[in-house]
């Protein structure tokens, strides 16, 4: 009997344990571990032959498995899906701010308005190497889009409903830094309103041709226009803009990322990096890692480009599939500055900030 106490209080102490949780694979259940603990029978629990045989024991000593542990590190979706999730406690080291912003109010009807610009029969994922913000570690101008890449003559579509804005060239009529930017381009405007009240437009640039008109009505899936390379285009693709108010400004971006609904099972991370002084800090390399499962992005500066009015984020992972991951992120010298776990939410974005030590 003494020894099953103490085998029953060594397993409870293994499940109470912090680190019971993997660290090795991060999204792996924890439940699943702790119920093999409680369900392994113990051979020992077999009663002792006594004497006399006919005197059966009747089984007193079978456990109930009592402690079976709910981890208290899983996060229960108890916020509206509307809302933005709340970044699980940072479990290793490292400065990690946890916050919550508010609600956000600039997305009806859910956090993802829009749709992908492609038919699932094309590629809908856009270039993770030259993403919103970046230069792509210095070579390119800075990204004000996200670009698809697809076959010259690929049909693009609306991403959500709405009213054709400008269909044509940007050479008499300026929507980038200078004439013939965009080449052909599309502009919709939809019936959303954004944060502060103003109208929600999209993009589509360098396009082979249109087939849109001003005025046109437009819905979402909507055939506008075909991929080609015209403006300032290095090979065939589309380059798509979220502009907020003025559909004629270039410094009136926000990032797509955070209005393309992600596929099912997968969620947004969205965050800030920041230095000790709290100032956003530019192009550092972020990582979400979890067995066979990686993404990696880089920040953007907010005076370069613009973030989200109520998030302020200065980086994104987008389409990354619900479960936990480590954010890591790497400093100049690539040495490992901040480590810690998140949980993403499908269809949901997660909001994490960090604090870089010098
Ligand atoms: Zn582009």
């Known amino acids: 009997m003494k020894s099953l106490a103490a085998l029953f209080l060594a397993c409870l102490a293994l499940a109470l344990l912090p680190n019971a949780m993997p660290e090795a694979a991060p999204n792996t259940p924890t439940p699943i571990r702790i119920a093999q603990i409680t369900a392994t029978p113990l051979p020992f629990f077999t009663p002792p032959p006594t004497d006399t045989p006919t005197d059966t024991p009747t089984p007193t000593i079978t456990l109930t498995p009592t402690i079976t542990l709910t981890p208290s590190i899983t996060p229960t979706p108890t916020i509206a899906p509307t809302q933005i999730g709340t ?18 109010t600039n997305r009806v009807g859910g956090n993802f308005l829009f749709g992908r610009p492609f038919s699932f029969r094309h590629n809908t994922y856009w270039s993770r190497e030259y993403g919103y913000g970046s230069t792509k570690r210095g070579q390119l101008q800075i990204h004000h889009g996200l670009d698809f890449a697809n076959p010259h003559g690929t049909a693009i579509q609306a991403v959500g409903d709405g009213v054709v804005y400008y269909a044509g060239a940007d050479v008499e009529r300026l929507f980038g830094p200078r004439p013939d930017f965009y080449g052909i381009l599309v502009v919709i405007e939809h019936p959303f309103m954004y944060s502060t009240g103003e109208k929600i437009y999209t993009l589509y640039g360098h396009m082979r041709e249109t087939v849109a008109y001003n005025g046109q009505q437009v819905k979402a899936g909507e055939v506008i226009g075909y991929v080609g390379a015209t403006g300032v285009a290095l090979g065939a693709h589309l380059h798509l803009e979220v502009r907020i108010g003025d559909p004629e400004s270039y410094d009136a971006t926000r990032n797509p990322e955070l209005w393309l609904t992600p596929y099912e099972g997968a969620g947004v991370v969205a965050g800030i990096v920041r230095d000790i002084y709290g100032n956003k800090l530019e192009g550092v390399q972020l990582e979400l890692q979890a067995p066979g499962n990686n993404h990696l992005t880089f920040s953007y500066s907010g005076t370069r480009v613009n973030g989200d009015n109520i998030l302020g984020e200065n980086f994104v992972f987008a389409d990354v599939n619900t479960g936990y991951y480590y954010l890591t992120v790497k400093g100049a010298d690539g040495a490992l500055a901040h480590r810690q776990m998140i949980y993403v939410w499908a269809g949901q974005v997660t909001f994490v900030e960090v604090h870089l030590l010098p």
């Open 87 to 104: 970044a699980v406690p940072g479990l290793l080291s490292g400065d990690s701010a946890l916050w919550t912003p508010p609600a956000p």
